[in-house]
Structure formats: C-alpha cells, structure tokens
C-alpha cells in the first residue's frame, strides 16, 4: 500500500478515456453453495459449525448468481504471464450487482466509475486491475430487492461471507488472470494472496465490509432473534462473523449502514484474527441522516482495540456530503489509489482523520 492524498476526482477523470485505454465490462454467473435457504438454515457444502453460523446448517441444491466485472483494457485471456490485483465492491441494501456501475453516472455512453477506472490506470495511478461487482444477498431470492426485515433475502447479507469465501473468490481466481490464488493455502501464499485482493461497499456493502470482513455481528429479524431492534428497522445482532482478515489486507466502508457493528467489537474481531489490516477507509458525508451515526459508532474504539493489527486508517467526514455516489466515488477513487497505488513510497502507520469539502484536496 502506497501513502498518498486524499482529493477530490480530477473532473477529467469523469469523462471517457481514450478508445484504446478503455476497459470493459462483463457479465458471469457463478455456483453458489453457500446461501440462506427458504427454511432460514445455511445451505453449505462444508463443514460450518452451527454455533458459528448462528443456525442450523443444511445441504441445499446448488444456485446459480451473476456478478458483472470490470476488466482493464488490454486483458487478455491467454496472457498466462500478467497478473492483476482484484478489487470487490458491494452494493447498498436495495441495490444490486448493478448499483455501483449504474448509480455513479454516465458520461460520454459508459459508466463514470469505468471512467475514473480507465484514467487511473491510464494516467499510472494505479496498476491495471480487474474489479468484481457482485450481488451481496447470500441466499436463495438473492435477487428480490425490497427492504423485509424478515425476507431470507435480507438475511443473506448477513452471510455473504460463505459465498464470498467458497464460491465467488474461488469462482475468479480461477477464471480471471489474478495475482491471488486461493488454492494457495500455505502461510506464505495466504499472506501474500490477501496483499493482492481489497473489497468496500457503500451503505449496507459498507456494514459488509466491517462485521464480515473484520469479525463483527450477523443480523437476522428481531422476531427471529429473539431481541428487539436497536436500530428501529427490525434486525437485531445475534452471532459473530468469524471475519475473512486472512483474504484481504484493505477494506473500504463507505457510509456503512447502521447494522455496522460498534468500533470496539470490529478492532477485537481484527485483533483476533492474528493478521495485520493494511489499510482501513471509512468516510461519510455529515449530513448523511442514515449513516453518520453508525460511522462514527464503528471509528470509536476501533484502533484501540485493533492495536497492532490495524495498519493505515483513513477516517474522512466529507462536508455537505449525503448518502448517494457523490460520496461513494470519492470514496472508491481515493479507496483504489491508496490500496493499489502507485504514488510514494509506503510510509510508517498513519490514523487520518480529516474533515473536508467533498470537493476539496488534503495532504498529510
């Protein structure tokens, strides 16, 4: 990971780059054998304990999911020699594979967030690399998209770590050109493997980001729970994710959803998992009426709980900010430069907290 600023968009990076340095956009369907089932058990092909998982586990038939991916110009199938780092970006709870692509805007006939992606590359900000956009509802109506506290499909999202784990990341390192192997299960491999992969999401994709990646608490519906709903939208926390610290080395949240679970419990989640987060991003508009209060409430405690395992850690309040894709691609064009970039030198452990205009620029 690379120290740089954080800044505003180049508004020329909004705008298409030319034909030749333009990546493209594809469309996969993948197994899944990890999902919530319509009887609210775990469908898996493997062997989950049911006090982890928080419920009975089941062998279920297999389901079939899409995810579109971003890959750079100049990917070539048959390169067996160049590799790329892999990026995931998760969508907000009534999104879907396509949210993060359709909701940034269009400019010039594609999708501004292709574009900032294309003039990154382009412009030697960063390294060429492939960007999986999956659907975030691990289960078997991942498809339907309406807010249901209690619908299995709500429930997914508190699960999409077995499928991230077993189906989806297996399912591109083995058909996509990437550094990361996970058949590599040797210390050395995992270690380096992780260095090769970053995941963020925006609103609930953020959440995602913080109780699945760094270990926080599942969420199922209160009446299923068996607890009432702090949060006043009927979910309530019951179990705690095992985390997946081991597969990735950056993590993004991007005003994370107010599931997200509380700053202590996600540093001693991370703190348990005997690896070292390279890099935290957390950001959020001020007057995000949705999302404020949870970022803040999983920012404090966080370090200190993490301690040494926590490595970079970007906090930034973007001023005049809602919760919509001005700051979401901020967030993801500052998230990929300083995971993936190639601006300095890396420098010791930096905690940024900054507050700024969302279209200003800051150094540190």
């Known amino acids: 990971m690379k120290n740089a600023s954080v800044r505003a968009i180049p508004e020329e990076y909004k705008r298409a780059a030319p034909a030749e340095r333009r990546g493209t956009i594809r469309e996969a369907a993948y197994t899944v054998r990890n999902y919530i089932h ?19 586990t089941i062998e279920g038939a297999a389901i079939r999911k899409t995810c579109k991916i971003y890959v750079p110009a ?27 692509l359709h909701g940034s805007g269009t400019a010039d006939g594609s999708f501004v967030l292709a574009h900032i992606l ?20 691990s289960a078997h109506d991942w498809e339907d998209r309406t807010f249901n506290a209690a619908g299995t499909h709500m429930l997914g999202f508190y699960y999409f770590d077995y499928e991230f784990r077993y189906d989806l990341i297996p399912f591109i390192e083995a058909n996509y ?9 040797s210390p050395e491999g995992i270690e380096s493997n992780r260095k090769h992969r970053a995941v963020a999401g925006l609103s609930m994709g953020g959440m995602q980001s913080l109780n699945l990646i760094l270990g926080g608490y599942r969420c199922d519906a209160a009446e299923f729970a068996g607890a009432p709903s702090g949060w006043k939208n009927g979910l309530a926390p019951t179990v705690r994710a095992p985390g997946m610290a081991d ?9 994370n959803a107010p599931t997200s679970s509380a700053g202590h419990v996600l540093g001693s989640g991370l703190a348990s998992s005997g690896r ?30 993490a301690g ?5 850690f970007y906090q930034i309040l973007l001023t005049g900010g809602n919760h919509d ?7 993801a064009y500052n998230f990929v430069r300083l995971a993936f970039g190639n601006a300095v030198e890396p420098g010791k452990r930096s905690r940024v907290e900054l507050v700024l205009d969302i279209g200003s620029s800051e150094r540190h």
């Not at 160049?82 to 995931?88: A, E, G, I, K, P």
């Not at 492939?130 to 975030?136: A, E, H, Q, R, T």
């Not at 894709?325 to 967030?331: A, P, Y």
């Open 38 to 56: 319509s009887s609210r058990q775990l469908a898996t092909d493997r062997n989950i304990d049911s006090g982890e998982a928080g419920r009975e």
């Open 74 to 100: 100049g990917y070539d199938e048959n390169d067996s020699h160049t590799r790329y780092d892999t990026l995931y970006l998760l969508h907000g709870v009534g999104g879907d594979e396509n949210e993060w």
């Open 118 to 137: 294309d003039n990154l590359i382009a412009n030697g900000d960063i390294e060429p690399l492939i960007v999986v956009f999956p659907n975030g509802r």
């Open 177 to 185: 050109r990437t550094y990361a192997d996970i058949r590599d299960t």
């Open 247 to 255: 597969l990735f080395a950056y993590v993004g949240a991007f005003s």
């Open 276 to 305: 070292k987060l390279e890099l935290l991003y957390m950001t959020c508009g001020d007057e995000d009426g949705i999302a404020v209060g949870s970022y803040a409430g999983s920012i404090e405690g966080l370090a200190e709980a």
């Open 308 to 312: 040494d395992s926590l490595g970079d």
């Open 325 to 331: 894709f001005q700051v979401w691609n901020h967030g």
